[in-house]
């Protein structure tokens, strides 16, 4: 028998050829990594060596240790001196032998001077030190690529061919090495301008001019770097570490305003830089993949733009916390008294951010950053923070930022035990919840359009019939799918989520901190959203706002918010509680006659929609004798207030003419009843006012406001609907609010305005002093005459 064959199968030839690739490309991969590390180290031996010659430049030489005599010694030198015959000698040739002694030896030699010595001889020495000092330019060694070729099999196995080509450098490679030459060479200069005399040395015209220059200079080289990220950022990310790297300015003369300038600068750069979307980071997996090249440096310049954003946040989150804490650096560089404006620019940055980049990544850290500083006893500050809040508020469709910046605000005011600023709650009623939930509930109302299932088709359309309604549910489907471009669900479930917190804030206030200053806002985030409360707290709710109003703590504003939130409840979802709210009517009754012109014009916004509420939406359940009661003191109100919120309250009496006819009785003077008008009266149910009249039109048909005197003559015939006594169709066709608001007086001026007076003309200009009567002109004549004929004699009266 012949050997044992071995078990093991001999590799075939595409397992060896396939062997002899991975090899190939290893061999490859390692050269090239060796010629990378080969053009490092040229790199950094360069950079050494421009040091060193720096280093060489710099350097001064130092003068030898000085000698300094004993005084003894210096005596006895003198002594000796003097007793040298030197009678036989000239002064000239004294002083020569003198010089040659001293330049003689070492010994003899002063060492207190640092001249050189025999500096003839010692030339062509320096000359050579220096030459050695200069740093040698080492040969760049051209960089060369590996190409495989086809192997050759011969008997002996598979051979491998490959040849070598010079890298073709990208320009890009080329011009930042070039950057760095120059960056290095201006380095070189600032430090020898450093060499020159120091800053405080100078006059104060020459440390300003200094500064300009230097100002000018840094100006010239943010401007540079800025647009060269804007024009290429695949390329120069690179630039925006160095852009931000001037954020550490280190010239006291003007590191206030670089730093300024660069924060500004890059918060540019980076809204226009940044995409439409969130990046998230590689999976290990994704990594590994192989990607195109254009694909791969799109991934290296997302995760350095990410990385450079962060950064720059976290230098403006520093320098803001270095402000609250009172921190000083050690080198001084910015005073404390800049750090305030430093932390201003910070903050308006982050708040440009905050409204501009939603979608960007970080978006949560600059909301819990900016958050607090809602609070900041610094009023600008906090009132930046908090008109940005406003704005993000007003901007957010889907709600998920909405969502994000409410629960902080909620975790800080609990953390604070309540103890913040009213505007940081009065930014929450800047929310879209209202108008997105209106939508929602109109089109859960609206009837949904049914589409016709398979066995209905079959049974009712032909054919063709069934073709063409297939098609027009297809296109239908479309259609509603591109009018929504949020979904729904998410955008109820997120304003869900927000409503929830709101209340619970609004809730722990009512229920912890009845006396803070916090509670205007809550009864007016209450009244805001009143109608999206859920039907279980509507009972709890009232007996605590019917409290408040009857512990008389609260001001005018407040208890009109308190009223306005208890018919907004029950004129939407509380319609089907059975709730008698009297005493709300007898409240706003009795506030009407503590509102005037001195008092804060808004209040009267908060009547109108009190008054909208409360007598006609809710007509069935009122009865005449209030509403002739409301009818009269609205009318009295009328005459005391400015002249917009008496054209309002006037509108709102013609809505309630209209919604109770019989309170015509009004217009007449005949008594409908037994008994007498009390207008001190607060209860307007006994306060007999079908016993009174609106005398109050009358005056107010003389008001020097056109559109007053209109309202007053329409509603003393009765507020017709045609005739010469009716309205014009602008003014029917608005609501109360509508006229507050079109003729407002907030800048002191007549709306509308009033007509200038017309000119007086006399038709003759009498010329001299003569009178249009004649007899009378007559009787003034005589007189002067008579005192002109006749002499006073003055002295004849005191006999």
């Not at 946040?313 to 921190?327: C, F, G, N, S, V």
């Not at 949560?364 to 908090?386: A, E, G, R």
């Not at 008389?552 to 407040?558: K, P, Q, S, Y």
């Not at 008698?580 to 006659?593: G, K």
Request: positive net charge; glycine residues 2%.
């Amino acid at each position: 028998m012949g050997p044992l064959r071995s078990k093991k199968r001999r590799p075939t030839f595409r397992r060896l050829l396939k062997t002899s690739d991975m090899k190939l490309e290893n061999k490859v991969k390692n050269r090239q990594l060796k010629q990378q590390n080969v053009a490092k180290k040229q790199r950094k031996e360069q950079k050494r060596m421009r040091q060193a010659m720096k280093g060489a430049a710099l350097q001064m030489p130092r003068p030898l240790e000085t000698y300094r005599k004993r005084p003894e010694e210096e005596e006895e030198e003198e002594e000796f001196l003097e007793s040298l015959p030197t009678d036989m000698m000239d002064e000239e040739d004294l002083q020569q032998m003198t010089a040659m002694a001293r330049k003689a030896s070492f010994i003899t030699r002063d060492l207190s001077s640092c001249g050189p010595v025999h500096s003839s001889k010692k030339r062509s020495a320096d000359v050579v030190r220096s030459y050695e000092k200069i740093p040698r330019k080492m040969a760049k060694m051209e960089e060369k690529e590996l190409i495989q070729l086809l192997p050759i099999k011969d008997k002996s196995g598979v051979i491998p061919r490959c040849i070598e080509r010079a890298v073709k450098r990208h320009p890009n490679e080329v011009e930042e090495e070039e950057e760095e030459e120059e960056l290095a060479e201006t380095l070189e200069q600032e430090d020898n301008e450093g060499a020159s005399p120091s800053f405080m040395e100078l006059t104060p015209e020459q440390r300003e001019q200094f500064r300009v220059q230097t100002l000018n200079i840094k100006k010239q080289r943010i401007a540079s770097l800025a647009s060269a990220i804007i024009s290429d950022p695949l390329n120069n990310m690179k630039r925006v570490k160095e852009l931000r790297g001037m954020m550490m300015e280190a010239d006291p003369s003007v590191a206030v305003s670089v730093r300024k300038m660069v924060m500004v600068s890059l918060m540019e750069v980076f809204k226009d830089i940044a995409p439409t979307y969130r990046i998230r980071p590689l999976t290990p997996a994704e990594k590994n993949t192989k990607v195109k090249k254009e694909t791969q440096q799109l991934r290296e310049f997302e995760e350095s733009l990410v990385s450079q954003y962060k950064f720059y946040l976290e230098d403006l989150e520093q320098t803001i916390k270095d402000w609250k804490q009172k921190k000083r650096k050690r080198s001084q560089v910015v005073s404390f008294q800049s750090y305030r404006s430093l932390a201003e620019v910070s903050v308006r940055c982050l708040c440009e951010l905050l409204l501009t980049m939603p979608h960007f990544n970080f978006h949560n850290n600059i909301i819990v950053t900016l958050v607090p500083l809602m609070n900041d006893p610094l009023k600008t500050v906090s009132d930046m923070c908090c008109d940005a809040f406003r704005k993000l508020f007003q901007e957010d469709r889907v709600g998920g930022a909405s969502l994000a910046t409410v629960r902080v605000i909620s975790g800080l005011i609990k953390s604070l035990n309540y103890s913040v600023r009213p505007e940081m709650l009065r930014t929450l009623l800047s929310l879209r919840i209202k108008e997105v939930e209106m939508k929602k509930d109109l089109e859960a109302t609206a009837t949904k359009k049914k589409f016709m299932t398979n066995k209905e088709k079959k049974k009712n359309l032909s054919r063709m019939q069934r073709k063409w309604k297939k098609a027009e549910e297809k296109l239908e489907k479309e259609l509603l799918e591109a009018e929504a471009s949020e979904s729904k669900e998410k955008k109820t479930k997120l304003h869900t989520e927000t409503l929830n917190i709101i209340f619970l804030i609004y809730f722990r206030i009512l229920k912890k901190a009845q006396k803070s200053v916090l509670l205007p806002v809550v009864l007016e985030g209450l009244a805001n959203f009143a109608h999206l409360i859920n039907l279980e707290f509507f009972d709890d709710l009232l007996n605590v706002l019917q409290n408040l109003i009857q512990s008389g703590d609260l001001t005018n504003r407040e208890s009109l918010h308190c009223i306005q939130t208890v018919f907004t409840i029950l004129s939407g979802q509380g319609d089907a509680l059975n709730i008698d709210p009297m005493n709300f009517y007898s409240q706003l009754y009795r506030i009407l006659m503590r509102l005037h012109a001195g008092a804060p014009n808004n209040d009267i916004i908060i009547v109108l929609r009190c008054l909208d509420a409360m007598l006609t939406r809710r007509r069935k359940q009122v009865t005449l004798q209030r509403a002739m009661a409301f009818l009269k003191r609205l009318s009295t109100l009328s005459m005391h207030v400015m002249p917009n919120a008496s054209v309002g309250i006037l509108a709102a009496n013609r809505a309630t003419m209209h919604s109770f006819p019989k309170c015509d009785f009004l217009l007449d003077n005949e008594i409908q009843g037994s008994g007498f008008y009390l207008p001190e009266l607060d209860e307007p149910e006994h306060c007999n006012a079908q016993n009174t009249a609106l005398w109050e039109l009358h005056t107010l048909q003389r008001h020097f406001h056109p559109v007053v005197r209109r309202f007053a003559g329409h509603l003393s015939h009765g507020a017709p609907s045609d005739g010469s006594s009716a309205l014009s169709v602008e003014l029917c066709r608005r609501s109360p609010l509508e006229l507050f608001e079109d003729y407002s007086v907030k800048d002191m001026t007549f709306n509308p305005p009033v007509a200038p007076p017309a000119s007086k003309k006399k038709d003759q200009f009498v010329v001299g002093a003569a009178l249009l009567d004649d007899k009378l002109q007559k009787q003034v004549d005589s007189i002067l005459n008579a005192a002109e004929d006749s002499q006073l004699d003055f002295t004849a009266a005191q006999h």
